[in-house]
């Protein structure tokens, strides 16, 4: 079974700079998604960033931007300049293959609460 | 445009109750998703649908059970509601396996 790991509960970064929010994955699938959602306290689900795993380019959004190393399993996220807006709890996210059935799950980890020092 | 939207928002049920939560999508979403959140286990997947009629259980499927008649609208039900299942739930939709999901606002349910 797919199973998505964040190890680190809480993190904090001071205002204009930067953090990286750590994810490890497990499938044995080879074609799949990623996904970085934020949850502000208003709990309203947010989608920050994507990443194909065909896709050997690291995605990018503006501030946001992503490590993917497919072999590793890992998939952490890059705050740059941060901003007292960007505190809130992120969820990295599994997605099956396209051709799923079973596998077509969305999964999250348990979540990284994020707190940016003014 | 309303997106996903969930009823009702809020919710207190009496141990043994029964209720049912209502999703509604309005973009023509194949897939739909129930999760609970709970402090510090993240969004847990109780059951899904990759089409209407069609549904299938996700990681905490036990205590729920879901109907999917109309493409637009997934129902998640509680037979007899146990204070274990205060937590705050969210359903989603994509359209396709590759694409974002979009959430609903939660729904916040106490089981006293």
């Known amino acids: 079974a797919q199973t998505v790991t964040q190890s680190q509960p809480e993190m904090s970064v001071q205002e204009a700079e930067t953090v990286t929010l750590s994810c490890t994955y497990d499938?044995?699938?080879?074609?799949?998604?990623l996904f970085w959602y934020k949850q502000p306290p208003s709990r309203q689900m947010i989608l920050v960033i994507r990443?194909?795993?065909?896709?050997?380019q690291n995605a990018t959004e503006n501030r946001f931007s992503v490590n993917f190393q497919k072999a590793a399993k890992s998939f952490s996220l890059k705050i740059s300049d941060s901003q007292l807006g960007d505190a809130a709890m992120y969820f990295c996210?599994?997605?099956?293959?396209?051709?799923?059935?079973?596998?077509?799950?969305?999964?999250f980890g348990t979540g990284t609460l994020l707190a940016v020092q003014p | 445009n309303a997106g996903v939207t969930q009823t009702p928002k809020f919710r207190v049920l009496k141990t043994g109750q029964s209720m049912t939560l209502l999703c509604a999508q309005d973009?023509?979403?194949?897939?739909m998703y129930w999760y609970r959140q709970d402090p510090g286990m993240g969004l847990r997947l109780i059951h899904y649908?990759?089409?209407?009629?069609?549904?299938a259980k996700g990681e905490v499927p036990d205590g729920y059970n879901v109907s999917r008649l109309k493409k637009q609208n997934f129902l998640l039900g509680l037979e007899s509601a146990a204070p274990s299942q205060t937590s705050v739930y969210f359903c989603?939709?994509?359209?396709?396996?590759?694409?974002?999901?979009?959430f609903g606002q939660g729904t916040r349910l106490t089981v006293v």
């Open positions: 990443q194909e795993a065909y896709k050997q």
């Open positions: 499938t044995s699938e080879s074609d799949y998604y």
């Open positions: 996210a599994y997605k099956g293959p396209s051709y799923g059935g079973a596998t077509n799950k969305l999964i």
């Open positions: 989603a939709s994509s359209f396709t396996t590759s694409t974002e999901a979009f």
């Open positions: 649908s990759v089409g209407e009629g069609t549904t």
């Open positions: 973009m023509n979403h194949e897939y």
